[in-house]
């Protein structure tokens, strides 16, 4: 019976409801889970996944959906692809663990220099690899330190970074994030991301963040952080958790030079935008900069927990034995996982998920047009956001209708996320087709009309 229901997974692209969401044995999860599990979690619909395949995902109940979520960008290569699974048994029945802090294998300078390789700069480079990446966040600031003697952050408002004490103290996405946690880390200060869709002073994607940059070094610098006390500036090339909004090419250029000139570190979060999403390795790329120490995660192992921060050599070598360790990370498992990820992604799925994405951004060219509460469609590749407003001209945010349609998608078989306050987030596996493009489209379209006639 599971062979055969495996089977059918393999064959489908699309999605096929089976009954009213959710089921029953949906249902008895929901109730255990209520009972049991902490109820820090977010979820947006009852989705209780049991297998899959592919852009494809099953529930207990044996409905099958089309995942454009992939875990929160995490299923770069799709569920279960045959060539990841078969590299995580053959190394599970070899070495499950022994912990890099402490011993060598193999495999884990392999993957480091497949990693490095991939990151812009002529310098040398080192890994150092995570369970997450809010670990290669912490890491990443650990570094920062260290290597500068200095102790002051500057971050952006709606990025988000991470959950630990560490990481949550650049975060700044979600009040409620940060809520009933007390002080946080101590000497970091945000400033504005640049949203050329709600930009201030009405520039457009190419110059919004002018006044922004103008801040920082006349106000930040001279009134806050001397900027010789600055150890990092952090930014996400694209937000994730914020909204799906890309920084403008010239203000990440810029960031680098302040950077430079001060001495100060520039640290890119690539942890949702990286390992092929946007259609290169990085999303940085585009703006052709050069990070200093560069960290990443979700994407790099199809789905086993493995993050990494890379910087350049001469700043890894600051530190000493001792200074930094992991029990997990960089578990053999998962490197080996990663080592199959990075093969499929150079050679198959980035290049898709530049040509899917182009071809989604094309059919969603006119979607503020067509539609009176979409603001926005933004991002790169596959990695695209749409903003739900209750009003065009105001552009008021409409949470409520974004949930909706979010809410409705999962019903129609579509697995979708929420980002910001009111954004659509659509990341999925980096493997779709134009098939699943299409539904994913018709499907939206149908969710946004139903939820317009709410506005």
């Keep these: 019976m599971i062979a055969t229901t495996e089977t059918k997974l393999h064959e489908t692209k699309l999605p096929r409801l089976l009954m009213q969401l959710p089921g029953p044995k949906a249902k008895h999860v929901l109730e255990q889970d209520a009972k049991f599990m902490s109820p820090s979690f977010t979820r947006d619909y009852p989705l209780v996944a049991k297998r899959g395949h592919g852009a494809v995902v099953e529930d207990v109940d044996g409905n099958t959906f089309l995942d454009f979520a992939a875990g929160i960008a995490v299923c770069s290569t799709g569920h279960c692809h045959p060539k990841v699974v078969e590299a995580i048994q053959k190394q599970a029945a070899e070495l499950i663990h022994i912990s890099g802090t402490d011993f060598y294998y193999e495999s884990l300078p392999q993957l480091a220099e497949k990693l490095v390789n991939t990151v812009p700069g002529a310098d040398p480079k080192k890994a150092f690899f995570t369970n997450s990446g809010t670990e290669a966040i912490e890491g990443a600031m650990k570094l920062a330190r260290y290597a500068t003697k200095r102790d002051k952050f500057i971050a952006f408002y709606g990025c988000f970074h991470g959950r630990t004490m560490g990481a949550l103290s650049l975060t700044a996405s979600k ?99 990286g390992m092929g999403r946007t259609g290169k390795w990085w999303a940085s790329e585009y703006a052709g900069v050069e990070p200093d120490i560069l960290c990443s995660a979700k994407g790099i192992a199809s789905g086993m927990p493995l993050g990494a921060f890379v910087a350049r050599a001469s700043i890894m070598n600051t530190w000493k034995p001792g200074s930094h360790g992991t029990t ?119 969710c946004i009309r139903e939820a317009e006639k709410k506005a």
């Design 175 to 273: 009040s409620t994030q940060r809520k009933g946690f007390g002080a946080l880390l101590a000497g970091v200060e945000h400033i504005p991301y640049p949203n050329a869709y709600r930009c201030a002073h009405d520039h457009t994607a190419e110059t919004c963040g002018v006044e922004i940059l103008e801040t920082l070094e006349r106000q930040i610098f001279k009134r806050l952080f001397d900027p010789e006390e600055i150890a990092a500036i952090v930014i996400e090339p694209i937000q994730g958790e914020g909204g799906y909004v890309t920084a403008p090419k010239f203000f990440l250029q810029e960031l680098q030079r302040i950077c430079r000139q001060h001495g100060i570190l520039y640290i890119l979060d690539e942890v949702q935008s």
């Design 328 to 446: 997990f990370g960089g578990n053999p498992v998962c490197v080996a996982a990663a080592l199959a990820t990075m093969d499929l992604i150079e050679t198959q799925y980035k290049e898709n998920a530049r040509r899917m994405g182009d071809y989604l951004f094309s059919k969603m060219a006119d979607w503020t047009k067509k539609f009176k509460i979409v603001g926005d469609v933004r991002g790169r590749g596959l990695m695209i956001g749409v903003e739900i407003v209750r009003d065009q001209r105001t552009k008021e945010e409409a949470p409520d209708l974004r949930n909706a349609i979010v809410d409705l998608a999962f019903h129609k078989g579509l697995l979708v996320l929420g980002a910001g306050a009111n954004t659509v987030r659509l990341s999925p596996p980096l493997l779709i087709d134009e098939e699943q493009a299409d539904f994913a489209l018709q499907t939206l379209e149908t």
